[in-house]
C-alpha cells in the first residue's frame, strides 16, 4: 500500500488509455477461448476428461516456466515491452493452429508451446503497470478492469456468432448442440487474430527497461522474499485456490450451456448461444467489484478482503451442486453463482497480486509477479485441470454427469480453505526494510 496515497501524483489520462488497451487485449486473447475448450475437446473432438485435463494442465506450463526465463529476462535483460510484443505475435500464429488440429497429441503439443509464450505474459502485463503507475492502491483497479472489459466483449462475441453461424433452425437439440461445439474452432482464430494486434500494439507501450541492479538471478532473489509473511502464507493458499478456480472455468461453460437450451428465449437473445456468452455475467460483476477496490482497499484489510474471495469462492459452487434441491428459480439461482465471479476474482486473485506487488523489493517485482503467477496459473491449474477432469469422471452416471457431486467437492475445498487463511494469515503485517 502507497506510504502516502494523497501525496501520489495523478496517473495521466494517457497513461492510463495506454495501460487500458493493454489489460483489453491480454484478457481477450485468453477469454475468447479458455470457457469453450473443455466442451469442444468433449463433445467435438471426442476426448475423455483424463485427455482435456491434460490440455488445461500443459497450457500452464509456461506460468511454471515464465519465472525462470520471463521474469529473469524483464528484470535483468530485456525491456518488458518488447518481451510482450515478441510473445503474443508467436503466441497469436500459434494458437490458429488449434482450430483445425484433430489428434490429440498435436493439439497437446500445441497447446504446450502456446503455454510457454503465453502464461508468463499475463504476470508482465501486471509488473509494467505497477512500474508506472504513481499509485498502485488508487490506480491499478481502473486499469485492470479493462482486462475484464475484454473477457466479456469476446464472450458475448463468442455467444452470438455461434447463434447467428452455427445454430441451425429446425432441427433437434442435438443437432443444434454438436453444430455449436463445432463452431468453438472459431474462438481459436478470434484469440489468434487479437494475439497478433496485441503484440504489434505492445511495441508502442512505456518503455520499461530491465533493472540497473546486481546480475543476480532475480528469480531466485524473489523465492528469497516469499518466506516472509504474509507473502509465505498466500503462496501456500494459492495452490489449492487457484484448483477450486480451475473448476469454473474447465466445467461451468457445458454446465450452462446444457441448462440454457431449456431456459427462456431471453436468455439466448441477450447472451447467444452456448455457456459462454452466460459467464460473461462473472465478468461484469468483477467489473463493479474491481472499480469499487481503489476505495475498498484502502479502508479494509487485505486479510477481510481475502477472506470474502474465498466466502464466494464456496457460495458459488454451493449453487451450482445444489440448485436443483434448493427449489429456486434455476436461471436466476446458476446466474447469482456465476456472478459471485466477481468476488472470487477481485478479492482473492487482484488483491492476491497486490500483496505481492507491495510486500516484494522494486528489484525484484517482475519475478515475484510471476513466481505467484507460476502458483495461480502454472501448478494450481496443472494440478486443479487434472482433478476436474478425474472429478468429472468419478461424477459421472453412465454419459451424464452429476453436478451435485462434481460442485460439491470444491465448494468444501474452499471451506478448508478459509479456514485456514484465518488461522494463518497475519492481523498486522509489519513493514520490511528496503521496501520502494
Given at each position: 500500500?502507497?506510504?502516502?496515497?494523497?501525496?501520489a501524483?495523478?496517473?495521466?489520462?494517457?497513461?492510463?488509455?495506454?495501460?487500458?488497451?493493454?489489460m483489453?487485449?491480454?484478457?481477450?486473447?485468453?477469454?475468447?477461448w479458455?470457457?469453450?475448450?473443455?466442451?469442444?475437446?468433449?463433445?467435438?473432438?471426442g476426448?475423455?476428461?483424463g485427455?482435456?485435463?491434460n490440455?488445461?494442465?500443459?497450457?500452464?506450463?509456461?506460468?511454471?516456466?515464465?519465472?525462470?526465463?520471463?521474469?529473469?529476462?524483464?528484470?535483468?535483460?530485456?525491456?518488458?515491452?518488447?518481451?510482450?510484443?515478441?510473445?503474443?505475435?508467436l503466441?497469436?500464429?500459434?494458437?490458429?493452429?488449434?482450430?483445425?488440429?484433430?489428434?490429440?497429441?498435436?493439439?497437446?503439443?500445441?497447446?504446450?508451446?502456446?503455454?510457454?509464450?503465453?502464461?508468463?505474459?499475463?504476470?508482465?502485463?501486471?509488473?509494467?503497470?505497477?512500474?508506472?503507475?504513481?499509485?498502485?492502491?488508487r490506480?491499478?483497479?481502473?486499469?485492470?478492469?479493462?482486462?475484464?472489459?475484454?473477457?466479456?466483449m469476446?464472450?458475448?462475441?463468442?455467444?452470438?456468432w455461434?447463434a447467428?453461424?452455427?445454430?441451425?433452425?429446425?432441427v433437434a437439440?442435438?443437432?443444434?448442440?454438436?453444430?455449436?461445439v463445432?463452431?468453438?474452432?472459431?474462438?481459436f482464430?478470434?484469440?489468434?487474430?487479437?494475439?497478433?494486434?496485441?503484440?504489434?500494439?505492445?511495441?508502442?507501450?512505456?518503455?520499461?527497461?530491465?533493472?540497473?541492479?546486481?546480475?543476480?538471478?532475480?528469480?531466485?532473489?524473489a523465492?528469497?522474499?516469499v518466506?516472509?509473511?504474509?507473502?509465505?502464507?498466500?503462496?501456500?493458499?494459492?495452490?489449492?485456490?487457484?484448483?477450486?478456480h480451475?473448476?469454473?472455468?474447465?466445467?461451468?461453460?457445458?454446465?450452462l450451456?446444457?441448462?440454457?437450451?431449456?431456459?427462456?428465449?431471453?436468455f439466448?437473445?441477450?447472451?447467444?448461444?452456448?455457456g459462454?456468452?452466460?459467464?460473461?455475467?462473472?465478468?461484469?460483476?468483477e467489473?463493479?467489484?474491481?472499480?469499487?477496490?481503489?476505495?475498498?482497499?484502502?479502508?479494509?484489510?487485505?486479510?477481510?478482503l481475502?477472506?470474502a474471495?474465498?466466502?464466494?469462492?464456496?457460495?458459488?459452487?454451493?449453487?451450482?451442486?445444489?440448485?436443483?434441491?434448493?427449489?429456486?428459480?434455476?436461471?436466476p439461482?446458476?446466474?447469482?453463482?456465476?456472478?459471485?465471479?466477481g468476488?472470487?476474482?477481485?478479492?482473492?486473485?487482484?488483491?492476491?497480486?497486490?500483496?505481492?506487488?507491495?510486500?516484494?523489493?522494486t528489484?525484484?517485482?517482475?519475478?515475484?509477479?510471476?513466481?505467484?503467477?507460476?502458483?495461480?496459473?502454472?501448478?494450481?491449474?496443472?494440478v486443479?485441470?487434472?482433478?476436474?477432469?478425474?472429478?468429472?469422471?468419478?461424477?459421472?452416471?453412465?454419459?451424464?454427469?452429476?453436478?451435485?457431486?462434481?460442485?460439491?467437492?470444491?465448494?468444501?475445498?474452499?471451506v478448508?480453505?478459509?479456514?485456514?487463511?484465518?488461522?494463518?494469515?497475519?492481523?498486522?503485517?509489519?513493514?520490511?526494510?528496503?521496501?520502494?
Amino acid at each position: 500500500m502507497s506510504a502516502d496515497a494523497a501525496a501520489a501524483p495523478r496517473m495521466s489520462f494517457q497513461l492510463g488509455a495506454r495501460l487500458s488497451v493493454m489489460m483489453f487485449l491480454q484478457y481477450a486473447i485468453w477469454g475468447a477461448w479458455l470457457p469453450f475448450l473443455w466442451s469442444f475437446l468433449a463433445d467435438h473432438r471426442g476426448m475423455d476428461g483424463g485427455q482435456i485435463g491434460n490440455m488445461f494442465a500443459v497450457g500452464a506450463v509456461g506460468a511454471i516456466i515464465g519465472p525462470f526465463v520471463a521474469g529473469q529476462v524483464a528484470d535483468r535483460y530485456f525491456s518488458t515491452e518488447r518481451f510482450l510484443g515478441i510473445s503474443h505475435i508467436l503466441g497469436g500464429l500459434l494458437i490458429f493452429q488449434l482450430a483445425w488440429i484433430e489428434s490429440y497429441w498435436m493439439f497437446l503439443v500445441f497447446s504446450l508451446v502456446y503455454g510457454l509464450i503465453y502464461a508468463p505474459t499475463l504476470a508482465l502485463t501486471n509488473s509494467l503497470a505497477f512500474h508506472h503507475m504513481p499509485d498502485r492502491d488508487r490506480d491499478f483497479g481502473k486499469v485492470r478492469l479493462w482486462g475484464t472489459f475484454g473477457w466479456i466483449m469476446v464472450g458475448l462475441l463468442m455467444g452470438h456468432w455461434l447463434a447467428f453461424r452455427h445454430t441451425p433452425d429446425g432441427v433437434a437439440d442435438e443437432l443444434v448442440k454438436a453444430a455449436q461445439v463445432a463452431g468453438k474452432a472459431d474462438a481459436f482464430k478470434l484469440s489468434a487474430l487479437l494475439g497478433v494486434l496485441m503484440g504489434v500494439y505492445c511495441f508502442t507501450l512505456p518503455h520499461t527497461p530491465p533493472s540497473e541492479g546486481a546480475r543476480r538471478n532475480a528469480t531466485f532473489e524473489a523465492l528469497g522474499e516469499v518466506r516472509y509473511q504474509p507473502l509465505l502464507t498466500l503462496f501456500l493458499l494459492a495452490v489449492p485456490v487457484s484448483c477450486i478456480h480451475q473448476f469454473y472455468f474447465v466445467h461451468t461453460e457445458p454446465f450452462l450451456g446444457d441448462r440454457q437450451l431449456a431456459a427462456p428465449d431471453f436468455f439466448k437473445t441477450l447472451f447467444g448461444a452456448g455457456g459462454g456468452g452466460l459467464m460473461t455475467i462473472g465478468q461484469m460483476s468483477e467489473v463493479f467489484v474491481l472499480a469499487l477496490m481503489p476505495l475498498v482497499a484502502k479502508q479494509v484489510s487485505r486479510k477481510a478482503l481475502l477472506a470474502a474471495g474465498l466466502v464466494a469462492y464456496a457460495l458459488r459452487m454451493f449453487l451450482f451442486a445444489y440448485v436443483d434441491a434448493l427449489g429456486l428459480p434455476v436461471m436466476p439461482t446458476l446466474l447469482t453463482g456465476v456472478a459471485l465471479h466477481g468476488f472470487c476474482f477481485g478479492c482473492f486473485i487482484f488483491v492476491a497480486f497486490m500483496v505481492v506487488d507491495e510486500n516484494t523489493t522494486t528489484d525484484v517485482r517482475a519475478s515475484a509477479q510471476n513466481l505467484f503467477n507460476l502458483v495461480i496459473v502454472g501448478i494450481g491449474v496443472i494440478v486443479g485441470s487434472k482433478i476436474a477432469g478425474w472429478i468429472a469422471e468419478w461424477a459421472k452416471e453412465g454419459d451424464l454427469v452429476d453436478y451435485r457431486r462434481l460442485f460439491a467437492v470444491p465448494m468444501w475445498a474452499s471451506v478448508v480453505c478459509l479456514v485456514a487463511l484465518l488461522v494463518a494469515y497475519p492481523r498486522k503485517v509489519a513493514p520490511r526494510p528496503g521496501l520502494g
